[in-house]
């Protein structure tokens, strides 16, 4: 069963950073993609950044968080992390981890399984 649990999120002045976790079972791990996604307030929901986990690791970024946001992997597979750099008061969002068999279309893959979200204020 794919279980998927954030943490990491609070409040952060604007130019701090924040990491994210998002808890996976080692079975969800190795056959899912794997992604971040946001929601503000009255706005859609929007990618973040995805990761595909065959090995590859090959990940894709939304334009707004390029070169600011990081997701990778823990030495143990069984947690995935949102690095959040140099953060902007539009970073404030839910976000959402979210898993899927495949995300060959990276950020434009639709996906399934998702955890219930964590809370990222940032306040200038």
């Not at 604007?14 to 996976?24: E, I, M, N, P």
């Not at 750099?85 to 068999?101: G, I, R, V």
């Amino acid at each position: 069963q794919v279980q998927l649990v954030e943490s990491g999120g609070g409040s952060v002045q604007a130019g701090g950073s924040l990491r994210l976790s998002c808890a996976v079972s080692k079975y969800t791990y190795s056959m899912y993609c794997m992604g971040w996604f946001r929601q503000a307030p009255g706005k859609e929901r929007e990618g973040v950044a995805t990761v595909d986990a065959d090995g590859h690791g090959t990940t894709d970024y939304g334009d707004s968080v390029k070169g600011r946001f990081t997701i990778s992997f823990g030495n143990a597979k069984n947690t995935l992390y949102l690095e959040m750099n140099s953060l902007k008061p539009e970073d404030t969002a839910m976000y959402y981890c979210a898993a899927e068999l495949d995300c060959s279309d990276g950020l434009g893959s639709v996906f399934g399984y998702w955890g219930q979200g964590t809370q990222v204020t940032v306040f200038s």
